[in-house]
Each structure stands twice: as C-alpha cells, then as structure tokens.
C-alpha cells in the first residue's frame, strides 16, 4: 500500500497549534485596503483556530500534520 499524502494546498494553509488544533489565515487580506476600517485590517491580520465543522475533513487532507 503506497505512502498517505498530504493535500499540497492545504499543507500550506494551515498549522497546528500545540493542542493540536488547526490555525488558518483570514480571506480578503491580499488588496483593497482603502475600502477597509483600521479594526477590520487589524482582526484580518489575526490567525484564526478552525471550527470543529470543518476539523474532521482538514485533518484527513494533512494527516501528516502532528496531532
């Protein structure tokens, strides 16, 4: 049986914390900063932890990820 592999894309996506949850980075950071409030910038810069929706599916495509 061939070797797990880690979905490339959400390999750099995300990280784990050291309770082994997943952080990610926040959308619409990448232009269009006039149009945003100084606190909207400032909370967009902040990692986000990802809901536990969504945690199942992430750890299947990074198992490779420590836990």
Known sequence: MPKMKSHRGAAKRFSRTGTGKLKRSHAFT?????????????????????????QKRIDSMVPKKKK
């Open 30 to 54: 990448s232009h269009l900063f006039r149009n945003k409030s100084k606190d909207q910038k400032r909370d967009l810069s902040q990692p986000a932890i990802v809901d536990k929706t969504d």
